[in-house]
C-alpha cells in the first residue's frame, strides 16, 4: 500500500532517520552508569539538561513508547536493549521508584511499559501492576468520577483519564476504563464542537474549556480499545463523532496543529498516535466505521507528509518543528525545534504514518 506516491519502505526510512536523529543528539547514559539511557530534553543541550536536572518523567516516557514502534517496525537485538537501558533509566533518575505524584505521568509510563512487554517480549510485570494499581485507585466517585491530574488536586483532566483508561483496558480492567470514557463524554464533551476540554475543577465544577490535540488522541485511544472489548455501539459511536471533530476544527488543509515546545511538542504526535490506532484498530463494518478509519489514516499520512515536506536536516538527519504546516527552523535556545518533545512527536508522527501506510 502506498500514500500518494510515499511506499511502505519509504515510510520505514524516514521513521528510521528520525530515530537516529534522537538517538545521536539525545540518548545519553544516566550520570554516566552503564546499563541505563535517557533523553536529553533539549538539543543542543544546556548544562543543565546534559546531567539530566531537567528530565520530564512523561517525556521520557514517550521515548520509550516510540523507541517500542522503531522495535516493531524493524526488530533488532540493539533497539530491544535500549528499550530496557531507558526505562532503567527512568527509575533511576526518579531515585528508583516508577511512581510519582503525577497521575498523567504514570499513566503515560503505564502505555509505555505494557507495549514494550506485549509487543517486544520485555517484562515489566512488577512496575506495571504498581502503575496500573495507583491508577485503578485514584478513582474518585465520591467527587463525581474521574481520577486527578496529580494527587490531592482538585483539577480532573483528560489528560490523566484518558491515557490512564488506556492502561487499565489494555491490562485487563476494562471495568474501569468504561467509567472512565463515559466520565470523559459527560463531563468533558464540549456540546458545540463534540471536542474534548481540557479538564475541569471539582466539586466546583469550573471548566478549562482550553482544547488540546492530545486531549482529543487520548480519548480516541480509549473509546477504540474499549470498542473492541466491549459489545457497546456506543464506544465506536463516540470515534465517528470525535474523528469528524478533529478533521473539521484542529486540521487545516488536513495537517494536524502543533501545541508549540515545551510539553506542548508532544500533543500532536499523541494525537497522530491514536489517529492511527483508529485507522488500523477500529472494528465494525459501517460505512461510520469505514469513514472514520479512513479520515483517521489521512490525517496521519497527511501530517506525515507535511512534516518531513517542512523538516530542515543537519548532518542528514532531520529536525522537525513544532508546526508540521511550515518549515522546521535550526534548533536554538529559544526555540521549539530544540526540544526533545518535538523531535519525538515527529518520530511518532512517522511511525504512525508507517503503520498505517502498510496496513
Not at 16 to 25: C, D, I, N, W
Not at 69 to 91: F, M, Q, W, Y
Amino acid at each position: 500500500m502506498v500514500s500518494g506516491d510515499v511506499s511502505v519502505v519509504e515510510w520505514a526510512s524516514r521513521a528510521g532517520l528520525a530515530e537516529t536523529a534522537v538517538q545521536e543528539r539525545n540518548v545519553r547514559r544516566l550520570w554516566a552508569i552503564p546499563g541505563t539511557a535517557l533523553g536529553v530534553v533539549g538539543a543542543p543541550p544546556t548544562p543543565g539538561e546534559r546531567v539530566f536536572v531537567a528530565w520530564d518523567y512523561w517525556w521520557q516516557a514517550h521515548l520509550i513508547d516510540v523507541t517500542v514502534d522503531a522495535e516493531v517496525r524493524a526488530p533488532s537485538e540493539e533497539r530491544k536493549r535500549r528499550i530496557t537501558e531507558l526505562s532503567r533509566g527512568v527509575h533511576g533518575r526518579n531515585f528508583l521508584r516508577w511512581t510519582n505524584s503525577y497521575y498523567d505521568d504514570m499513566a503515560w509510563l503505564a502505555l509505555a511499559l505494557e507495549r514494550a512487554q506485549r509487543l517486544v517480549g520485555l517484562d515489566f510485570t512488577g512496575p506495571l501492576a504498581e502503575l496500573t494499581a495507583r491508577l485503578y485507585d485514584a478513582w474518585a466517585p465520591a467527587r463525581g468520577g474521574g481520577i486527578p491530574w496529580r494527587i490531592a488536586s482538585d483539577f480532573f483532566n483528560a489528560p490523566a483519564n484518558g491515557p490512564a483508561g488506556i492502561a487499565l483496558a489494555r491490562t485487563g480492567r476494562s471495568d474501569r476504563a468504561v467509567d472512565m470514557a463515559d466520565w470523559l463524554d459527560a463531563t468533558l464533551r464540549d456540546p458545540d464542537t463534540a471536542l474534548i476540554f481540557d479538564g475541569v475543577h471539582l466539586p466546583s465544577e469550573r471548566l478549562e474549556r482550553v482544547i488540546y490535540t492530545y486531549c482529543q488522541g487520548v480519548v480516541l485511544g480509549l473509546e477504540t480499545e474499549l470498542a473492541q472489548r466491549t459489545s457497546d455501539p456506543v464506544h465506536a459511536e463516540r470515534v465517528h463523532r470525535l474523528v469528524d471533530a478533529v478533521v473539521t476544527r484542529l486540521a487545516p488543509d488536513g495537517v494536524i496543529v502543533g501545541g508549540g515546545g515545551g510539553d506542548g511538542g508532544l500533543f500532536n504526535g499523541i494525537l497522530a498516535r491514536y489517529l492511527a490506532l483508529v485507522a488500523l484498530q477500529l472494528p465494525g463494518d459501517s460505512a461510520a466505521d469505514a469513514r472514520a478509519r479512513e479520515t483517521a489514516g489521512a490525517l496521519v499520512l497527511a501530517s506525515g507528509e507535511a512534516a518531513w515536506r517542512n523538516r530542515t536536516d543537519i548532518g542528514e538527519l532531520p529536525v522537525f518543528g513544532a508546526d508540521w504546516s511550515v518549515p522546521a527552523r535550526t534548533p536554538a535556545p529559544g526555540l521549539p525545534e530544540r526540544d526533545l518533545s518535538v523531535q519525538l512527536s515527529g518520530w511518532m508522527l512517522l511511525e504512525a504514518a508507517h503503520r498505517v501506510a502498510g496496513a
